[in-house]
């Protein structure tokens, strides 16, 4: 085989050299490869925000209770028990 300057290269030198440069090519590809965290800023915000919402919910429930003459402990179970159903 003839490479760009008209020498003669032999097929093994061809053959280790496009080895050598799809080894280098998947190395770098690996090194840029960054999978997604899942631990990742807007997840957390995300999570954060959920838990607001829960605790608001939460705390309406309760109050809803108290507010129809349940006692607290009655308003707690009450609460949880809801907390507990997926609607």
């Given at each position: 085989m003839?490479?760009?300057?008209?020498?003669p290269v032999s097929?093994?030198?061809?053959?280790?050299?496009?080895?050598?440069?799809?080894?280098k090519?998947?190395?770098?590809?690996?090194?840029?490869?960054?999978p997604d965290?899942?631990?990742?800023k807007?997840?957390?915000?995300?999570v954060?925000?959920?838990a607001?919402?829960s605790a608001d919910?939460?705390k309406k429930?309760f109050?809803?209770?108290?507010?129809q003459g349940?006692?607290?402990a009655e308003?707690?179970k009450?609460?949880?028990?809801?907390?507990?159903?997926k609607?």
């Amino acid at each position: 085989m003839m490479n760009l300057f008209g020498v003669p290269v032999s097929d093994d030198v061809v053959a280790a050299f496009l080895a050598a440069a799809a080894d280098k090519k998947r190395e770098e590809a690996k090194k840029s490869f960054k999978p997604d965290s899942p631990f990742g800023k807007k997840e957390s915000q995300d999570v954060e925000n959920k838990a607001k919402k829960s605790a608001d919910t939460a705390k309406k429930f309760f109050d809803a209770y108290m507010a129809q003459g349940f006692t607290r402990a009655e308003a707690f179970k009450l609460t949880v028990g809801n907390l507990n159903t997926k609607f």
